[in-house]
């Protein structure tokens, strides 16, 4: 079976444009969790989704949004982009409700650079 | 607000060597603790995940213990290789069931 998928693996934009990441889940998980690592650092938490429904969402400016579909892929989308917002999303499903108990599984992520 | 720091930042050893990784964390109202493998650029491969209630896990040569009253965990390391080279990141689920994670060590095994 297939892991989690992320689309696209690399990426280039200048500062101020908008992008889209995606992110297909395991097939049969239904909750998706998004993170950003800048080099260097640990993944941070921006958000999580569960049957299309915002179930968290960390200290991210309102220029990250994000959404889940029916077939519970999801995209991350973020506005104005910033030299700041460079770094390597990572994408993480699981099987149940996206709960505490629950292990998540990563994809390999998109690298974002903005120049 | 929890926070999950990470020791050493960076660890050199020569091949065959045991090793000990650490990791703190200053919220014990935690429901698991999960020790993760990343490669250079790519993403995470989960190693060992333990529950709250569990005291450790093993898998291979990989052993990771959880001390939740005070606030760590240890991930220990027999016999290393050099295949094991790379990124070791910590993470710890809170209530909010969101992973925090540490800034990681990262591992070079040497011939």
């Known amino acids: 079976d297939a892991g989690v998928t992320q689309s696209p693996t690399h990426l280039i934009k200048t500062r101020g444009q908008q992008v889209t990441l995606r992110c297909s889940p395991i097939s049969g998980h239904k909750s998706v969790s998004w993170y950003q690592q800048v080099l260097g650092q640990g993944p941070q938490f921006i958000f999580q989704?569960?049957?299309?429904?915002?179930?968290g969402r960390g200290n991210f400016p309102d220029r990250f949004s994000a959404r889940q579909f029916p077939n519970y892929s999801s995209e991350l989308n973020v506005n104005a982009l910033l030299l700041g917002d460079s770094a390597l999303y990572l994408c993480a499903s699981s099987s149940g409700t996206g709960g505490a108990l629950e292990t998540q599984y990563f994809g390999p992520g998109t690298r974002l650079l903005v120049l | 607000k929890q926070e999950v720091t990470q020791i050493p930042a960076a660890l050199s050893v020569p091949e065959g060597e045991n090793l000990v990784l650490n990791c703190s964390f200053t919220d014990s109202a935690i429901y698991n603790l999960q020790w993760f493998r990343q490669d250079p650029g790519k993403g995470l491969t989960s190693l060992l995940l333990i529950q709250s209630s569990q005291r450790e896990q093993t898998s291979g040569r990989l052993n990771a213990s959880l001390d939740k009253s005070s606030g760590r965990s240890t991930l220990y390391i027999a016999a290393s290789q050099p295949g094991d080279s790379a990124t070791y990141l910590c993470a710890v689920t809170g209530t909010a069931s969101k992973l925090t994670f540490g800034t990681g060590t990262r591992l070079q095994v040497t011939l």
């Open positions: 989704y569960y049957e299309k429904e915002e179930r």
